[in-house]
């Protein structure tokens, strides 16, 4: 049975502090902006941009955030939204608006979720203007209409999707662990050499990353693939699954193919510094480098040489171009690599196999996960199931 919630303008039950239209002096430090472009996957990425602490006051006099309230992009993109999770201070750039439920009728973490349900972000452009770029103003999201049950039911229905999200974040909190430890092993082994005294071995020798891989070049059907078989650089690294996410198909008949034991990395700005391990067959956009080793030995060693930032910064130095700089291809091949012998890679692929292995598996999980709660809330929010309901399969 589908309970019946009542209905309000969302200006009703909550306030707002808009910033849509102004946009501060940017500075290199100091007290970070969050602007639009870094709202994605419901959560706010890590700021670039900055203003002078000096400044904060003067810029904030529209009103100050609090820790839990609901973020809106008003355009470029319209409809993102995330929560503010610091008591730090955050400034705030345009095209935002900064919602706070009201205290007796509306919780922010229930508006967080209703937010990223599909039948809200309909009446957000509903009411959206624009023909090139698409926007809504203030007025008109106080406007939008938002089902609202009662407090206790808000907040069990917030809490089963946050404990779902709470267990992604822990599981990416992990991968991030495992990850550091492989790239601890990977620097104490083959950049300090610390296992042999801080001196490389004499049957090792110094090379470039072209003499153990090339750039693959096979080429896949787009029609074999699905969404999920497909790497673009928009999705290699996305928050809201924590792995590779769904996307759209390219239309064109045939992209790059990748293989089990592939690395992929991003070769377009503003996504350098995003790589994936492959342990799946698929197809991968063309802003997206393909690196098949010469020998299967050598697969886990140069993921693991890709992954650090030694490597990132040498590629965006060689980049070209000036609207989207791309890595240079042969620059990249470039790179220097010291090579292992056969024991001491087959000692270091042992020890660092199983971390990559356990960060697939927490990948995968994730996904599940992911997938549990986007079925689960547009059924919680439309009432056509209750928090009851769960409580009673459990």
């Given at each position: 049975?589908?309970?019946?919630?009542?209905?309000?303008?969302?200006?009703?039950?909550?306030?707002?502090?808009?910033?849509?239209?102004?946009?501060?002096?940017?500075?290199?430090?100091?007290?970070?902006?969050?602007?639009?472009?870094?709202?994605?996957?419901?959560?706010?990425?890590?700021?670039?941009?900055?203003?002078?602490?000096?400044?904060?006051?003067?810029?904030?006099?529209?009103?100050?955030?609090?820790?839990?309230?609901?973020?809106?992009?008003?355009?470029?993109p319209?409809?993102?939204?995330?929560?503010?999770?610091?008591?730090?201070?955050?400034?705030?750039?345009?095209?935002?608006?900064?919602?706070?439920?009201?205290?007796n009728?509306?919780?922010?973490?229930?508006?967080?979720?209703?937010?990223?349900?599909?039948?809200?972000?309909?009446?957000?452009?509903?009411?959206?203007?624009g023909?090139?770029v698409?926007?809504?103003?203030?007025?008109?999201?106080?406007?939008?209409?938002?089902?609202?049950?009662?407090?206790?039911?808000?907040?069990?229905?917030?809490?089963?999707?946050?404990?779902?999200?709470?267990?992604?974040?822990?599981?990416?909190?992990i991968?991030?662990h495992?990850?550091?430890?492989?790239?601890?092993?990977?620097?104490?082994?083959?950049?300090?050499?610390?296992?042999?005294?801080?001196v490389?071995?004499?049957?090792?020798?110094?090379?470039?990353?072209?003499?153990?891989?090339?750039?693959?070049?096979?080429?896949?059907?787009?029609?074999?693939?699905?969404?999920?078989?497909?790497?673009?650089?928009?999705?290699?690294?996305?928050?809201?699954?924590?792995?590779?996410?769904?996307?759209?198909?390219?239309?064109?008949?045939?992209?790059?193919?990748?293989?089990?034991?592939?690395t992929?990395?991003?070769?377009?700005?503003?996504y350098?510094k995003?790589?994936?391990?492959?342990?799946?067959?698929?197809g991968?956009?063309?802003?997206?480098?393909?690196?098949?080793?010469?020998?299967?030995?050598?697969?886990?060693?140069?993921?693991?040489?890709?992954?650090?930032?030694?490597f990132?910064?040498?590629?965006?130095?060689?980049?070209?171009g000036?609207?989207?700089?791309?890595?240079?291809?042969?620059?990249?091949?470039?790179?220097?690599?010291?090579?292992?012998?056969?024991?001491?890679?087959?000692?270091?692929?042992?020890?660092?196999?199983?971390?990559?292995?356990q960060?697939?598996?927490?990948?995968?999980?994730?996904?599940?996960?992911?997938?549990?709660r986007?079925?689960?809330?547009?059924?919680?929010?439309?009432?056509?199931?209750s928090?009851?309901?769960?409580?009673?399969?459990?």
């Amino acid at each position: 049975m589908i309970q019946e919630f009542e209905k309000y303008k969302l200006g009703n039950v909550a306030d707002f502090i808009d910033y849509r239209g102004k946009t501060p002096p940017k500075t290199i430090s100091g007290i970070p902006l969050v602007t639009a472009k870094i709202i994605k996957d419901n959560v706010i990425q890590k700021p670039t941009e900055f203003i002078e602490p000096d400044f904060y006051n003067q810029w904030m006099r529209r009103g100050i955030p609090k820790k839990g309230d609901v973020i809106i992009t008003t355009e470029a993109p319209l409809g993102e939204v995330a929560r503010i999770d610091t008591s730090e201070r955050l400034a705030f750039a345009q095209r935002i608006i900064i919602v706070h439920g009201h205290d007796n009728a509306l919780d922010n973490d229930y508006l967080f979720y209703k937010l990223q349900q599909s039948q809200m972000k309909n009446r957000l452009t509903t009411r959206s203007t624009g023909t090139t770029v698409t926007g809504i103003k203030s007025a008109e999201l106080k406007q939008v209409m938002i089902e609202v049950p009662p407090l206790p039911v808000q907040r069990a229905i917030a809490a089963t999707l946050s404990s779902l999200d709470a267990r992604i974040a822990e599981n990416r909190a992990i991968n991030h662990h495992l990850e550091q430890m492989a790239q601890a092993i990977f620097k104490a082994w083959f950049v300090d050499f610390e296992p042999w005294g801080g001196v490389m071995p004499e049957d090792w020798h110094e090379s470039i990353l072209g003499d153990i891989c090339n750039y693959n070049i096979e080429r896949t059907p787009v029609a074999a693939l699905s969404c999920e078989t497909y790497i673009s650089t928009e999705n290699m690294s996305s928050n809201k699954a924590g792995f590779v996410s769904a996307s759209s198909l390219p239309t064109i008949a045939q992209t790059t193919a990748f293989k089990c034991g592939d690395t992929l990395i991003s070769n377009i700005r503003p996504y350098f510094k995003k790589i994936v391990y492959c342990n799946f067959e698929g197809g991968c956009s063309t802003d997206v480098l393909c690196f098949r080793p010469r020998e299967p030995k050598f697969s886990v060693f140069i993921y693991s040489l890709l992954y650090s930032d030694k490597f990132f910064d040498y590629m965006v130095a060689g980049s070209k171009g000036t609207k989207m700089p791309r890595g240079d291809k042969q620059q990249i091949l470039s790179y220097p690599a010291t090579i292992p012998s056969n024991k001491a890679l087959e000692e270091f692929v042992s020890l660092v196999s199983p971390l990559l292995e356990q960060a697939d598996l927490l990948k995968s999980e994730n996904i599940r996960l992911a997938e549990s709660r986007d079925t689960l809330l547009p059924r919680l929010m439309s009432g056509e199931l209750s928090v009851a309901d769960l409580d009673a399969v459990k």
